[in-house]
């Protein structure tokens, strides 16, 4: 689940051929301003982790919960994209679930 800072998630061609990817705004209609514990009981509900580039989600990170994966704020869309495929290839979800992880 792409926080609100991301593009919609038609931009990331890869990694919708790669994975369900969903978008806080454009799926499911939360705002701009939606909070940080919204988003991620969300994510719990749907059993998706959250990409976001806001470190305060780390403090939400419960064990069996979402995972959290954080991205630097400076790449672009495309490096996001391939940053996010090269992640995820060939890894267990499961393994990072309650978990919160930097690429």
Same mark, same amino acid.
């Given at each position: 689940m792409l926080d609100t800072a991301f593009a919609h998630p038609s931009v990331f061609i890869k990694l919708k051929s790669k994975a369900s990817l969903k978008h806080v705004r454009h799926d499911y209609n939360l705002s701009r301003q939606a909070e940080d514990k919204d988003i991620y009981q969300l994510a719990t509900m749907e059993n998706r982790f959250v990409v976001t580039i806001d470190n305060d989600f780390t403090r939400l990170v419960k064990p069996n919960q979402a995972g959290? /994966?954080?991205?630097?704020?400076?790449?672009?869309? *495309? *490096? /996001? @994209? %391939?940053?996010?495929?090269?992640?995820? &290839? !060939? %890894?267990?979800? @499961? @393994?990072?679930? !309650? %978990? &919160?992880? %930097? /690429?």
């Open positions: 959290i /994966i954080l991205i630097n704020a400076y790449l672009s869309n *495309e *490096e /996001i @994209d %391939k940053a996010l495929c090269n992640f995820i &290839s !060939g %890894k267990n979800p @499961d @393994d990072f679930k !309650g %978990k &919160s992880t %930097k /690429i």
